[in-house]
């Protein structure tokens, strides 16, 4: 009852636009002129490099080559944006675990279809936002649980391979002085 009265009252408070000022909305803003680090790039790209062939002798031994994509998506988020939110190890293994559990479960009950898939992607979703863990690699890893119909075995991959991500990425950027991995755990 106090949710829909607060998502009355959000709604409620919402001005109504015009259709150009909706329109103007999508248009965006002018961006910036992005100044790129690219020794900082280099060295983000030297750990994914590490992070994502250690990651692969072990997806592949264990059955789930699968699970390079997500967790190479993650590899990207961990070293190229290593002061974010999203890529903190909370967000990180918690994200995945927790998607590709949901997803699991899902899939364990319903099966694989099209209206499935779509239904993970918004469950995970919203699990992620409501216990603050959310990462977007980790939607991935639902979707390829269920896709690939995978079974349980999957996660095993993939809780070894994000704790693997997040403690070599605690190792090699902490090596640089202008890099510190993780901002926070919790």
């Not at 998502?7 to 002018?30: C, D, F, H, V």
């Not at 264990?62 to 993650?74: H, N, R, T």
């Not at 075995?153 to 403690?167: E, R």
Request: charged share 10%; with cysteine.
């Amino acid at each position: 009852m106090d949710f829909e009265k607060s998502l009355e009252k959000r709604w409620s408070n919402q001005p109504n636009i015009g259709l150009t000022a909706y329109l103007k909305k999508m248009k965006g803003e002018a961006r910036s002129k992005d100044d790129i680090d690219y020794i900082d790039s280099f060295i983000s790209a030297i750990g994914g490099l590490i992070t994502i062939i250690i990651i692969s002798f072990i997806a592949v031994y264990l059955g789930y080559p699968m699970a390079l994509a997500p967790l190479g998506a993650s590899c990207v988020i961990v070293f190229g944006a290593h002061n974010s939110l999203l890529s903190q190890p909370r967000n990180v293994i918690g994200g995945h675990i927790i998607s590709t559990t949901s997803a699991l479960i899902i899939w364990s009950i319903f099966g694989k279809s099209l209206f499935i898939i779509g239904l993970v992607l918004a469950i995970v979703l919203i699990i992620m936002t409501l216990t603050k863990t959310v990462h977007p690699p980790a939607a991935a890893s639902a979707l390829v649980a269920v896709n690939s119909q995978a079974g349980w075995g999957f996660l095993l991959s993939i809780v070894i391979g994000t704790i693997l991500l997040v403690l070599i990425s605690m190792i090699y950027n902490n090596l640089f002085q202008t890099r510190q991995y993780p901002k926070h755990w919790l």
